[in-house]
Every structure is written in structure tokens, then in C-alpha cells.
């Protein structure tokens, strides 16, 4: 257990509508990373952040920010979902030990319809 | 471009059987490697990694990985299947350059009674 939670774990939105996903931890960790699942493109980065106000695009940022304003959480915002970004989303952390080794969310469910 | 390639989407295994999901990698300088399992519904669990030392990593629940330079591969192994092995692996490299880690497009592990 990473002490990562994600939320919400499921939510089915509609084509535009803005949506933010809510990951938070409990082990202070410096650094966070969203990733999508999607079937034959196994997970992607979306984004990640090394500190707080500290963030970078990853793979697949097209359509997506995020914000760190606290340690323990970081929000994933799609500002007008589009059905390409149904998916699963998974938070992620990196701990120091063992070394530069990332522990996964639960994720969340989301569908754009 | 540094990548990570699972060359077969699913393998079959009886249980009892030993069973090997394969991965091979192509990286600049020396690479650090990842397993993860997911079971259904759920986030990655990290079963074990690969950064310098013996060839043969040991990992959780009874999985284990053989680095060969060589081949540029980085096989999971277990000596005896079970049902419960049944789960989607991830074999995942860092990316020295950008300190991200790019996943694989996933393996199906399907161990048969």
C-alpha cells in the first residue's frame, strides 16, 4: 500500500463538460505522475509534477493540465473531456526506496459520452 | 528513442507449469527495468526491478526476472504457475534522458487449472 488515493474511482461525463480527477498520498512524496490505460498502448504519461507548483508535460498532454498546490494532492483536469479521453487513469508516486521505483493508485474509471 | 517491447499480448500456462513472459528493451547507457502485475480492477503492483548486480532479480510472490545484456531482454519467471498468476504484467525501462519510466503495451497471463 503506497497510501495513494484517487478520486472519484468511477465517473461517466458528457462530451465538454469539465472534469477533474483528485489524487492524493500520505507519504509526502516529491514526486507524482498521471498516466492513462488504454487496451494496446499499455499506460502513457500524461503529466507529472517533481514538487509543489512544479509540473511537466509527459507523452500525451494534449487536452489536459494538472496543479499541485499542496504535496499530498495533484489534480488532473480535462477542461473539455472529448470521448477520446475515456479511459482509465492511474496517479502514481515515487519513492526513494527501493530506488526511483513509482507505486500506482487505484486508479479512476472515466467515460466521455 | 528508448522503448519497451512485450511481444506477445497473451501467454497460456497449466498450473504447476513454469511459465515466462517476455520483454526486451532498447535504452542508451545502462537500463533500469520494471515489472508490474495488475489484477482486475485494480492499480500496477510493483513486482520487482532491475538497476546493477546479479542477472537473476528476485521478486514478489514468488516471480523473478533475468536481465541479459546480451539480448537486450528482460524475461519474468516463476519455476511453478498458479491461478492466482492469472493478471495483466507490465514490463516498464526508465528513460535515462527524462528520469520517465515507458511502459510496455502489457502481457495477459492466463494460468489454466
Known amino acids: 500500500d503506497a497510501g495513494i488515493t484517487q478520486s472519484p474511482r468511477h465517473k461517466v461525463t458528457e462530451t465538454g463538460t469539465p472534469v477533474t480527477l483528485r489524487c492524493h498520498q500520505t507519504?509526502?512524496?516529491?514526486?507524482m505522475y498521471w498516466y492513462r490505460q488504454d487496451p494496446g498502448h499499455g499506460l502513457r504519461l500524461i503529466h507529472y509534477s517533481y514538487g509543489v507548483k512544479d509540473t511537466d508535460k509527459g507523452e500525451v498532454s494534449d487536452g489536459y493540465s494538472v496543479s499541485r498546490s499542496k504535496t499530498e494532492d495533484f489534480l488532473l483536469t480535462l477542461e473539455s473531456a472529448t470521448s477520446s479521453q475515456t479511459s482509465v487513469y492511474f496517479c502514481?508516486?515515487?519513492?526513494?526506496?527501493?530506488?526511483?521505483?513509482?507505486?500506482f493508485g487505484p486508479g479512476t474509471r472515466l467515460t466521455v459520452l | 528513442a528508448q522503448s519497451v517491447a512485450q511481444p506477445e499480448d497473451q501467454v497460456n500456462v497449466a498450473e504447476g507449469n513454469p511459465l515466462t513472459v517476455k520483454c526486451t528493451y532498447s535504452v542508451s547507457g545502462n537500463p533500469y527495468l520494471f515489472w508490474y502485475v495488475q489484477y482486475p480492477n485494480r492499480g500496477l503492483q510493483f513486482l520487482l526491478k532491475?538497476?546493477?548486480?546479479?542477472?537473476l532479480v528476485k521478486g514478489s510472490y514468488g516471480f523473478e526476472a533475468e536481465f541479459n545484456k546480451s539480448q537486450t531482454s528482460f524475461h519474468l519467471k516463476k519455476p511453478s504457475a498458479l491461478v492466482s498468476d492469472s493478471a495483466l504484467y507490465f514490463c516498464a525501462v526508465r528513460d535515462s534522458s527524462t528520469d520517465k519510466l515507458i511502459f510496455g503495451t502489457g502481457t495477459r497471463l492466463q494460468v489454466f487449472p
Open positions: 507519504e509526502n512524496h516529491r514526486y
Open positions: 532491475y538497476i546493477t548486480g546479479d542477472n
Open positions: 502514481a508516486i515515487k519513492k526513494r526506496e527501493p530506488r526511483d521505483t513509482q507505486y
